[in-house]
């Protein structure tokens, strides 16, 4: 089954040239610059253009490319994975194996510990214990370290912010150099009684 913006079965060689050139445009196509392009007149390419429906083929065109591409893309991106899932499961069950046996080893060690009057050094047990479960949480995909993350916010605070500051702690805060500052409230002053001067 021949594709839309192939060559049509009425469409004469010319047609589908001037289609052609319009095809290869791009996002510039337009009947003016097709007319230019094959050397014809823009009023004879519009009845080419309306009855072989070059907008709509053309539409075609790009929906083709862009499927093609999308799976370009996704072929590429599942090449990739499993390329990474080959390098990587690999090393992640040879993880767990030597964490298994690494545990056997530790199990071991405590059962000659109860059986003999030696102390282990329980050092290295707790170590060689640790190490296996690191090695385990990697073959799982558990991330082995858990990092606090610090982040410092710089700038002034917002009117809302200022007003829940003070509806929290009461006082009031104003602005010095970019930093809220807690203002103490005066006490009211006490109220001035009018002195009467008689002579």
């Given at each position: 089954?021949?594709?839309?913006?192939?060559?049509?079965?009425?469409?004469?060689?010319?047609?589908?040239?001037?289609?052609?050139?319009?095809?290869?445009?791009?996002?510039?196509?337009?009947?003016?610059?097709?007319?230019?392009?094959?050397?014809?007149?823009?009023?004879?390419?519009?009845?080419?253009?309306?009855?072989?429906d070059w907008e709509g083929r053309a539409r075609a065109f790009e929906q083709h490319f862009r499927e093609i591409e999308r799976k370009a893309i996704e072929k590429a991106?599942?090449?990739?994975?499993?390329?990474?899932?080959?390098?990587?499961?690999?090393?992640?069950?040879?993880?767990?194996?030597?964490?298994?046996?690494?545990?056997?080893?530790?199990?071991?060690?405590?059962?000659?510990?109860?059986?003999?009057?030696?102390?282990?050094?329980?050092?290295?047990?707790?170590?060689?214990?640790?190490?296996?479960?690191?090695?385990?949480?990697?073959?799982?995909?558990?991330?082995?370290?858990?990092?606090?993350?610090?982040?410092?916010?710089?700038?002034?605070?917002?009117?809302?912010?200022e007003a829940a500051i003070q509806k929290a702690y009461g006082g009031a805060f104003t602005d010095v150099g970019g930093v809220f500052v807690e203002v103490a409230a005066?006490?009211?002053?006490?109220?001035?009684?009018?002195?009467?001067?008689?002579?």
């Amino acid at each position: 089954m021949s594709l839309p913006f192939e060559q049509l079965p009425r469409e004469s060689a010319k047609a589908f040239g001037g289609f052609r050139a319009y095809l290869d445009l791009g996002s510039e196509r337009t009947i003016a610059a097709v007319g230019k392009k094959v050397g014809k007149r823009p009023r004879f390419l519009q009845r080419w253009a309306k009855k072989f429906d070059w907008e709509g083929r053309a539409r075609a065109f790009e929906q083709h490319f862009r499927e093609i591409e999308r799976k370009a893309i996704e072929k590429a991106a599942c090449d990739a994975a499993v390329e990474w899932w080959q390098l990587h499961e690999p090393a992640k069950r040879q993880a767990w194996m030597e964490a298994e046996e690494m545990i056997a080893d530790c199990r071991e060690a405590r059962r000659r510990w109860r059986t003999s009057a030696r102390v282990p050094g329980f050092e290295a047990i707790a170590r060689m214990l640790e190490l296996a479960f690191k090695l385990k949480q990697f073959a799982a995909g558990i991330p082995t370290e858990i990092k606090e993350v610090h982040q410092r916010v710089s700038g002034s605070v917002s009117l809302e912010w200022e007003a829940a500051i003070q509806k929290a702690y009461g006082g009031a805060f104003t602005d010095v150099g970019g930093v809220f500052v807690e203002v103490a409230a005066l006490p009211p002053a006490m109220p001035v009684k009018e002195a009467s001067c008689r002579r």
